[in-house]
Every structure is written in structure tokens, then in C-alpha cells.
């Protein structure tokens, strides 16, 4: 091309040129027909995975509805210092202006008025029915002082906890969702303390999900990698079988597998009803093993043992005899040639298999609540909880958050230590 | 006399459609939510059934947990599905206060047969203005006879005697009922324990108070368990709602007994999400199954109570059982003598903190 170019006319050049334009021209419309064929993927995982996954992250922090309800009030308690007692007169004032004006400002402004009884309700109990009898009230205090009036309508008035919650929820964000999810609020003073020990339940229900995400990864994997070794060293007929029964529950219903563990472990089960009869329990004292920590672990590790088996049988698949056979004969012992030079190459599946299981086991949902019982459901469960029965959506939003950071953070780490290049998913 | 009822109400309720229907463009169908099971079932028997036959209107019925959730999720989404919900009056009540519920008239209900008024023939403080009730029903404990042969539990404070009564118990997860049932066991009078519950000491003493059966409790958390934990012998006695316990003994021929004292009862309400798209005709539809005649119905499929006095009188047999109703209501005298309402307000108020105390304690 350089060449050519030395000794062409300038004719040529123009040619060239517009040969090179030309390309560019033909390049780009590859590009952008590539582009269209994808966008609609494109669009769909933004539409269905970024924008979700962005608006629930952003739902945790956000919390507009004391500012939006209240906006004198919250103008009035700018300046106030719980410290120095009760707030003056103005914020009782403005409390009576802001809830009589939604009370008369037809259906949406009640609406607003029942949202910010229920805002206030999550952060201190029983101010709810304060709020809705006050607004109630509301529209025939027509003068002041209502600093008395107000303590009359309710003796909630005349402490400084509910202006000191009105006063920190009225900024359009907030940490108090975060702090929560880890058993802190804040004290009337403003410092973070811990919630008082009979409402402490989220740092023990942390720990318990990351126990039994880990306890199942190991069982998963003590148990996964036998089979799979198997699986990847048998003759291929009856291989392909056992697969077959590797896969068989894998398709089956998740629901199905949790509650055939319920018929299996239950009080008059399968398995009870056998020990009972070969005399090994006895029958009137018979072990719970459903509905606590032994029956989620359990099912769980049954129904996530297929994450494990699969990416360790391809990694398997993939490793040549010939290199046991090597070692075998340069002097190793069977044990000492397996630990040695056959396992260390096992390590992109175990790695895979176990980020994968790990990852699956501490988002679980169904299995927990279904045979976890009082003391075997995990952070899921609380979830779904404030999801579909407090509708306490901003802290859902926020125990999501923290998991799926929790989740990056291990998959970063695996990065750093093992490399996520080298996963190998099957 | 029931003939002539059922014509009055018919008469009444199809004037009022017609009011509706020239006001209004003709839908054709409507999603109504409902709870499932054996009392999905009453309800298309009674209400879904006639109401397709008498206007044309086919009904798509649809299964929920309970709870605001979809109904939430649907009405900040500006794309409402369900044109009725089933709920419970804490929902009514929270629903309605943060507008998620379209309002209801009152005016629309048909009076009872001999021309009361709906607002006095209806259960006093039972309507509410988004919800209108269908029935009363009740959260009981049921055992198993089998276990029990002889001096049988009778007590609310026998649920929590496990000298006495040795055995696991089926218990919802939840605080609410629990905890007054709690009390009442630890011998507070029904008519007391909300406002010993309004007190520290009070949640103290019935926490306490589960405290001593918390080994042997097995939790559920859907209606259809607690029958279901009974008859695998899971359980030998468990909380119910007692249609559910009812249903078990009359169609399935269970030994389970229902045990009436202390039960704590509630209210089950027809409620339209705000913006629903067929609100006419759901609003039809509240009209034409609250009359009564169509809460009598019900009654013959289910063992609930009806909403509207009225229609006690019209409760017949059980219609696959042939059972005579009356004596499984939870309202029949012998059953209503050491009966609790489920105070709304109470829980509104509190349920966030007791939550949270339950699910602490029951971590622990």
C-alpha cells in the first residue's frame, strides 16, 4: 500500500483515499449491523438486569416521603439539637400546617399522610396511629399555641424521639436501612448505638447464611468430587448414565426436591420409620432432623450438588491420563501422584464449583423457608419478608445490597487468588 | 321465606347492576385474588358462579399469600391487574391510609330482605372505607383425637401445657395471635390483652410465656400446612384457621378437633386496588356477593362466618357434607364465649417492632 502510494498518480490517490473511506464506510456498517443484531440482548439486559438491579441499590438509600409529607416541619427542626429538649413552638406549628394541609388536599394528599405514618412507624413504634389521629385533628387547631394542643392529642408529642426521627428522616437520603441490617440505629442524640438486645436478629442471621454457605460449598464439594472423578474416569457407556442420574434431579422441580426432603426427614418419614423399625431410634423420642439447621443443609446440599459435580467433571474431562501415568513412573505413590499432580490441576473446577455453589447458597430462598424452621432460615427469607409483608421495601433493598456486594467482594477475591479466567463452568 | 329473600336480593342487586351497567361501558371479565384452596372454592360456588350467570361477566380467579405486596407493586407501577382482593382488615386499613385502595360507597350495598340497612346489618365496625367484609373467620387450635384419647385438651392454656400434653405444636410465623394467645394461656381475660400487650411488661410476659413451648414448636406459615402437619403426624396440635380444620374433618374425614376457647377472630373484606382497570364491574360484583343471601351461601361451603347478620339465619348444610352449618361458625354462642377480636389498630402500630422481637427471638 505504501508502495504503491510512492509512485501513484494523483488519481490514484483520490482513489485510494476514497477506497480507504470506502472500507471505513463498509467496516462501519458491519459494526453497526453487529450492533443492531445484539442490541436487542443489549436493551433487554439493561431493561431487565441493570435498570432493576441500579433502582433497588438506589431504593436502599432513598427516602423521600418525611421531606416530601412534611416540608415545614422538616425546615423547622434544622436547626434543633435533641439535646436541648423539646423543639420550639414553630415546629409544632409547622407539623399542624404540614398535616392539615394533606389532610385537605384531597386523596393524594391523605395517601401521603398514611405513608408517612407507616415511614415513621419503621423507625419508632406505635407513632403511626400518631400521626394519622394528629392529622385527623389537624384541620380544626386553628391557632396557637399548639405546642399544648398537640401534647393533648398524644403525650408522644412532648418527647423528643419523634422530632428527633421526624428530624433525621427528612433528608432525601438515608443510612438508617444500613445501619438497621446490621442490628445499629440511631439514639435520640444522633450517635449510632446498637438496638436493644431483645431486637438484635440481622448480624446473627448474616453470620448463619455465610455458615451455611460455606458449609454446604465443603459438603458439596467433599461429596461432588468423587462422583465427578468418577464420571470423568469410567468407561463412557456407563458414564453417560451416571450422568443421566447426576442430571435427573437437576431438572426436576426445586420445589419437588425440597419437599420430598420433607418426606424423607419428617417425624413420621422414610427414614425415621426405617430406623425406628431396625430399633436404631426410639420411637417415642425420635431426632428432629426437618424444620431446623439439619434439614436446610441437608436439601440444600442436595439440591446444589449438581453446581459442583459439572464443573469439576469438565475440568476432570479435560485432564490427561498421561500425566498420572508420568508421575506413577518417575516413582509416586498412588495417593502422593494424586495429591500432587492430578489434584492441583483439578483447581479451576473446584474453584468454579465452589464460587458458584457459595454464590447460589447464601441468595437461597425457597429451601430455607420451606424446611429451615425457627432456626434454619437464611438472610433470603428476610428478604422476602420485608418485600411482601412489612413492604419495608427500602430495607429489603438494602439487605439485597449488602449481599450483592457481598458477592462482589468474593468474586474480586477469587479474581486476586485464583484468576477468573481460569473458571472453567463446563 | 328463603325463596322470597332470595328474590328480594336478586330484584335489588339486579336494579343496581343495571344502574351500573348504563352508566357504564360493558366489561367482560375480572380478576378477582383470593386465598385459595377449600376457600377460593366457597367463593366461586357462592359469589363467582351466580355473578357470571346473572350478568354475563366471566371471572378470572387468581391465588395470593396475603399481604399489600402486588398490590403495592402494581399501583406504584401505574399497571393494575387485579380488579379485587381478598384481604384482612390490617391491610384494609394500612392500604386505604397510604392510598393503594380505591374507596368504596357504601350506598351500593343492598339492604337485608326485610329492609335494614346495610350499615346495621352489617357486623357493627365492620365496614370500612375501602373494604367490605364477607366473613368472619378465626384463628383456632386444632389436635389430633388420636393422640388424645381420653381428657382431651379444652383450654387455650392447653396449648401451652406440655406436661399434660407432650408433643409438638404447629404455630404461624408470626407475633400476631401468638402473643394472645400467650397471654390468655398465661391467664389475662380476653378483653384485657391488648392493653396488657401495650406494655413492655406485657410483650415481656408473653414472650415468656412462648418461651416455654418454644422446643416444641413447629412453625408454619400457609393456611393449607397446619391441616396438613396434623395428618403426617408431624404435629399433635397446631393454630388453624378453622375453616381450614373444618374442611379436613368434614371432606377428608380427619380425627381432628377444633378447641374454640381463646380463638382470636378477624374479618376477610373485598378490596379494589386503586386504578383497577374493570372497577365498575368489580364494584357490581361487591355489591352482589355481600348480600344476604350470598354470605349464606358461602357459609354451606365453608365453615366462616357470615359478615351480615342477616344471613345467619339462612346458613344451612354443609353442601358436599351435608353437615349442618350452624354449630361450626365461629360465632355460634358456645363457640364465641371466650372469643378475641384482632385489634387492627394495635397491630398497625406495633407490628414493625413486634416483627422484628419475633424474628430476634425466634433466631435465638
Same mark, same amino acid.
Given at each position: 500500500?505504501?508502495?504503491?502510494?510512492?509512485?501513484?498518480?494523483? &488519481?490514484?490517490?483520490? #482513489?485510494?483515499?476514497?477506497?480507504?473511506?470506502?472500507?471505513?464506510?463498509?467496516?462501519?456498517?458491519?459494526?453497526?449491523?453487529?450492533?443492531?443484531?445484539?442490541?436487542?440482548?443489549?436493551?433487554?439486559?439493561?431493561?431487565?438486569?441493570?435498570?432493576?438491579?441500579?433502582?433497588?441499590?438506589?431504593?436502599?438509600?432513598?427516602?423521600?416521603?418525611?421531606?416530601?409529607?412534611?416540608?415545614?416541619?422538616?425546615?423547622?427542626?434544622?436547626?434543633?439539637?435533641?439535646?436541648?429538649?423539646? +423543639?420550639?413552638?414553630?415546629?409544632?406549628?409547622?407539623?399542624?400546617?404540614?398535616?392539615?394541609?394533606?389532610?385537605?388536599?384531597?386523596?393524594?394528599?391523605?395517601?401521603? !399522610?398514611?405513608?408517612?405514618?407507616?415511614?415513621?412507624?419503621?423507625?419508632?413504634?406505635?407513632?403511626?396511629?400518631?400521626?394519622?389521629?394528629?392529622?385527623?385533628?389537624?384541620?380544626?387547631?386553628?391557632?396557637?399555641?399548639?405546642?399544648?394542643?398537640?401534647?393533648?392529642?398524644?403525650?408522644?408529642?412532648?418527647?423528643?424521639?419523634?422530632?428527633?426521627?421526624?428530624?433525621?428522616?427528612?433528608?432525601?437520603?438515608?443510612?438508617?436501612?444500613?445501619?438497621?441490617?446490621?442490628?445499629?440505629?440511631?439514639?435520640?442524640?444522633?450517635?449510632?448505638?446498637?438496638?436493644?438486645?431483645? *431486637?438484635?436478629?440481622?448480624?446473627?442471621? @448474616?453470620?448463619?447464611?455465610?455458615?451455611?454457605?460455606?458449609?454446604?460449598?465443603?459438603?458439596?464439594?467433599?461429596?461432588?468430587?468423587?462422583?465427578?472423578?468418577?464420571?470423568?474416569?469410567?468407561?463412557? *457407556?456407563?458414564?453417560?448414565?451416571?450422568?443421566?442420574?447426576?442430571?435427573?434431579?437437576?431438572?426436576?422441580?426445586?420445589?419437588?426436591?425440597?419437599?420430598?426432603?420433607?418426606?424423607?426427614?419428617?417425624?413420621? =418419614?422414610?427414614?425415621?420409620?426405617?430406623? /425406628?423399625?431396625?430399633?436404631?431410634?426410639?420411637?417415642?423420642?425420635?431426632?428432629?432432623?426437618?424444620?431446623?439447621?439439619?434439614?436446610?443443609?441437608?436439601?440444600?446440599?442436595?439440591?446444589?450438588? +449438581?453446581?459442583?459435580?459439572?464443573?469439576?467433571?469438565?475440568?476432570?474431562?479435560?485432564?490427561?491420563?498421561?500425566?498420572?501415568?508420568?508421575?506413577?513412573?518417575?516413582?509416586?505413590?498412588?495417593?502422593?501422584?494424586?495429591?500432587?499432580?492430578?489434584?492441583?490441576?483439578?483447581?479451576?473446577?473446584?474453584?468454579?464449583?465452589?464460587?458458584?455453589?457459595?454464590?447460589?447458597?447464601?441468595?437461597?430462598? !425457597?429451601?430455607?423457608?420451606?424446611?429451615?424452621?425457627?432456626?434454619?432460615?437464611?438472610?433470603?427469607?428476610? !428478604?422476602?419478608?420485608?418485600?411482601?409483608?412489612?413492604?419495608?421495601?427500602?430495607?429489603?433493598?438494602?439487605?439485597?445490597?449488602?449481599?450483592?456486594?457481598?458477592?462482589?467482594?468474593?468474586?474480586?477475591?477469587?479474581?486476586?487468588?485464583?484468576?477468573?479466567?481460569?473458571?472453567?463452568?463446563? | 321465606?328463603?325463596?322470597?329473600?332470595?328474590?328480594?336480593?336478586?330484584?335489588?342487586?339486579?336494579?343496581?347492576?343495571?344502574?351500573?351497567?348504563?352508566?357504564?361501558?360493558?366489561?367482560?371479565?375480572?380478576?378477582?385474588?383470593?386465598?385459595? =384452596?377449600?376457600?377460593?372454592?366457597?367463593?366461586?360456588?357462592?359469589?363467582?358462579?351466580?355473578?357470571?350467570?346473572?350478568?354475563?361477566?366471566?371471572?378470572?380467579?387468581?391465588?395470593?399469600?396475603?399481604?399489600?405486596?402486588?398490590?403495592?407493586?402494581?399501583?406504584?407501577?401505574?399497571?393494575? %391487574?387485579?380488579?379485587?382482593? #381478598?384481604?384482612?382488615?390490617?391491610?384494609?386499613?394500612? =392500604?386505604?391510609?397510604?392510598?393503594?385502595?380505591?374507596?368504596? #360507597?357504601?350506598?351500593?350495598?343492598?339492604?337485608?330482605?326485610?329492609?335494614?340497612?346495610?350499615?346495621?346489618?352489617?357486623?357493627?365496625?365492620?365496614?370500612?372505607?375501602?373494604?367490605?367484609?364477607?366473613?368472619?373467620?378465626?384463628?383456632?387450635?386444632?389436635?389430633?383425637? %388420636?393422640?388424645?384419647?381420653?381428657?382431651?385438651?379444652?383450654?387455650?392454656?392447653?396449648?401451652?401445657?406440655?406436661?399434660?400434653?407432650?408433643?409438638?405444636?404447629?404455630? *404461624?410465623?408470626?407475633?400476631?395471635?401468638?402473643?394472645?394467645?400467650?397471654?390468655?394461656?398465661?391467664?389475662?381475660?380476653?378483653?384485657?390483652?391488648?392493653?396488657?400487650?401495650?406494655?413492655?411488661?406485657?410483650?415481656?410476659?408473653?414472650?415468656?410465656?412462648?418461651?416455654?413451648?418454644?422446643?416444641?414448636?413447629? @412453625?408454619?406459615?400457609?393456611?393449607?400446612?397446619?391441616?396438613?402437619?396434623?395428618?403426617?403426624?408431624?404435629?399433635?396440635?397446631?393454630?388453624?384457621?378453622?375453616? *381450614?380444620?373444618?374442611?379436613? !374433618?368434614?371432606?377428608?374425614?380427619?380425627?381432628?378437633?377444633?378447641?374454640?376457647?381463646?380463638?382470636? @377472630?378477624?374479618?376477610?373484606?373485598?378490596?379494589?386496588?386503586?386504578?383497577?382497570?374493570?372497577?365498575?364491574?368489580?364494584?357490581?360484583?361487591?355489591?352482589?356477593?355481600?348480600?344476604?343471601?350470598?354470605?349464606?351461601?358461602?357459609?354451606?361451603?365453608?365453615?366462616?362466618?357470615?359478615?351480615?347478620?342477616?344471613?345467619? +339465619?339462612?346458613?344451612?348444610?354443609?353442601?358436599?357434607?351435608?353437615?349442618?352449618?350452624?354449630?361450626?361458625?365461629?360465632? &355460634?354462642?358456645?363457640?364465641?364465649?371466650?372469643?378475641?377480636?384482632?385489634?387492627?389498630?394495635?397491630?398497625?402500630?406495633? /407490628?414493625?417492632?413486634?416483627?422484628?422481637?419475633?424474628?430476634? @427471638?425466634?433466631?435465638?
Amino acid at each position: 500500500m505504501a508502495q504503491a502510494a510512492l509512485t501513484a498518480t494523483p &488519481a490514484e490517490i483520490a #482513489d485510494a483515499t476514497n477506497l480507504k473511506a470506502k472500507l471505513r464506510r463498509a467496516t462501519a456498517r458491519a459494526r453497526r449491523n453487529a450492533f443492531l443484531m445484539t442490541a436487542p440482548l443489549l436493551i433487554m439486559l439493561l431493561i431487565t438486569f441493570i435498570v432493576p438491579i441500579g433502582y433497588m441499590l438506589f431504593r436502599s438509600v432513598d427516602d423521600p416521603v418525611v421531606g416530601m409529607a412534611a416540608p415545614l416541619t422538616a425546615k423547622a427542626l434544622a436547626d434543633w439539637n435533641a439535646e436541648t429538649g423539646l +423543639p420550639p413552638e414553630d415546629a409544632y406549628a409547622a407539623i399542624v400546617a404540614d398535616l392539615s394541609r394533606l389532610r385537605t388536599s384531597g386523596t393524594d394528599g391523605k395517601a401521603l !399522610i398514611g405513608r408517612l405514618a407507616t415511614r415513621l412507624n419503621f423507625e419508632q413504634p406505635s407513632v403511626r396511629s400518631v400521626i394519622t389521629k394528629t392529622a385527623r385533628k389537624s384541620t380544626k387547631l386553628k391557632e396557637g399555641p399548639y405546642k399544648d394542643a398537640l401534647i393533648k392529642i398524644n403525650k408522644k408529642w412532648g418527647e423528643p424521639e419523634i422530632w428527633a426521627t421526624i428530624q433525621r428522616l427528612s433528608a432525601p437520603y438515608t443510612t438508617v436501612h444500613f445501619l438497621a441490617s446490621l442490628d445499629l440505629h440511631y439514639d435520640v442524640d444522633g450517635s449510632i448505638v446498637s438496638q436493644p438486645e431483645v *431486637r438484635r436478629v440481622y448480624v446473627t442471621i @448474616w453470620l448463619r447464611t455465610l455458615y451455611v454457605g460455606g458449609l454446604v460449598t465443603l459438603l458439596g464439594l467433599l461429596l461432588g468430587y468423587p462422583v465427578a472423578y468418577l464420571l470423568a474416569n469410567l468407561p463412557t *457407556r456407563i458414564s453417560n448414565l451416571l450422568i443421566i442420574l447426576v442430571l435427573l434431579p437437576f431438572w426436576t422441580s426445586l420445589l419437588v426436591r425440597t419437599t420430598s426432603w420433607i418426606v424423607v426427614l419428617g417425624q413420621n =418419614g422414610v427414614l425415621l420409620e426405617t430406623l /425406628a423399625w431396625l430399633g436404631l431410634v426410639s420411637d417415642d423420642n425420635r431426632p428432629q432432623l426437618i424444620y431446623n439447621m439439619t434439614g436446610t443443609i441437608v436439601a440444600m446440599t442436595h439440591i446444589l450438588l +449438581p453446581f459442583m459435580i459439572l464443573p469439576l467433571y469438565s475440568v476432570m474431562k479435560g485432564i490427561s491420563p498421561t500425566y498420572m501415568r508420568a508421575a506413577r513412573s518417575l516413582g509416586a505413590a498412588p495417593a502422593q501422584a494424586f495429591i500432587k499432580v492430578y489434584m492441583p490441576q483439578t483447581i479451576p473446577g473446584v474453584g468454579a464449583g465452589s464460587i458458584l455453589v457459595f454464590i447460589l447458597a447464601i441468595g437461597y430462598y !425457597i429451601t430455607p423457608a420451606l424446611v429451615g424452621g425457627q432456626r434454619g432460615t437464611l438472610i433470603s427469607n428476610f !428478604i422476602a419478608f420485608h418485600m411482601q409483608k412489612s413492604l419495608n421495601w427500602g430495607f429489603a433493598a438494602a439487605l439485597g445490597t449488602i449481599l450483592l456486594l457481598g458477592v462482589l467482594v468474593l468474586y474480586w477475591f477469587y479474581d486476586r487468588i485464583i484468576g477468573i479466567n481460569k473458571m472453567k463452568l463446563g | 321465606m328463603t325463596f322470597k329473600f332470595k328474590l328480594g336480593s336478586i330484584a335489588l342487586t339486579s336494579a343496581l347492576a343495571l344502574g351500573l351497567v348504563a352508566t357504564q361501558a360493558k366489561a367482560e371479565s375480572l380478576t378477582i385474588v383470593s386465598w385459595g =384452596g377449600a376457600y377460593t372454592k366457597s367463593q366461586v360456588k357462592a359469589y363467582h358462579e351466580p355473578f357470571t350467570a346473572k350478568t354475563g361477566i366471566t371471572i378470572k380467579s387468581d391465588d395470593y399469600n396475603g399481604g399489600l405486596a402486588e398490590v403495592k407493586a402494581q399501583v406504584e407501577a401505574g399497571n393494575v %391487574t387485579w380488579d379485587l382482593v #381478598d384481604v384482612e382488615v390490617s391491610d384494609v386499613v394500612r =392500604g386505604c391510609d397510604e392510598g393503594l385502595l380505591e374507596p368504596i #360507597d357504601q350506598s351500593i350495598l343492598p339492604p337485608a330482605p326485610d329492609g335494614t340497612p346495610a350499615a346495621k346489618d352489617f357486623l357493627p365496625g365492620s365496614l370500612y372505607e375501602c373494604g367490605i367484609p364477607t366473613i368472619v373467620w378465626t384463628t383456632i387450635y386444632a389436635y389430633d383425637k %388420636t393422640k388424645f384419647p381420653s381428657n382431651p385438651p379444652s383450654t387455650i392454656a392447653d396449648l401451652f401445657d406440655t406436661k399434660k400434653f407432650p408433643g409438638k405444636r404447629g404455630l *404461624r410465623k408470626v407475633p400476631k395471635v401468638n402473643l394472645e394467645f400467650a397471654l390468655m394461656a398465661d391467664g389475662v381475660p380476653a378483653d384485657k390483652v391488648y392493653e396488657v400487650l401495650g406494655t413492655p411488661e406485657g410483650v415481656d410476659r408473653a414472650f415468656a410465656k412462648l418461651d416455654t413451648i418454644k422446643d416444641d414448636v413447629i @412453625w408454619w406459615e400457609a393456611g393449607a400446612q397446619p391441616p396438613q402437619m396434623l395428618a403426617d403426624g408431624e404435629v399433635v396440635m397446631a393454630s388453624a384457621y378453622n375453616g *381450614r380444620i373444618f374442611n379436613a !374433618i368434614a371432606t377428608e374425614n380427619k380425627p381432628f378437633e377444633i378447641v374454640w376457647d381463646g380463638q382470636v @377472630w378477624d374479618l376477610d373484606l373485598w378490596v379494589i386496588p386503586k386504578g383497577a382497570p374493570n372497577k365498575a364491574d368489580a364494584l357490581k360484583f361487591v355489591a352482589f356477593s355481600t348480600d344476604t343471601q350470598r354470605l349464606a351461601d358461602q357459609a354451606g361451603w365453608i365453615s366462616y362466618g357470615p359478615a351480615r347478620k342477616s344471613s345467619v +339465619p339462612l346458613i344451612g348444610k354443609h353442601k358436599e357434607a351435608g353437615i349442618d352449618m350452624g354449630p361450626h361458625m365461629p360465632t &355460634a354462642p358456645a363457640n364465641f364465649k371466650n372469643a378475641l377480636q384482632n385489634d387492627f389498630e394495635f397491630w398497625a402500630d406495633h /407490628a414493625d417492632e413486634l416483627n422484628e422481637r419475633f424474628n430476634a @427471638w425466634l433466631a435465638k
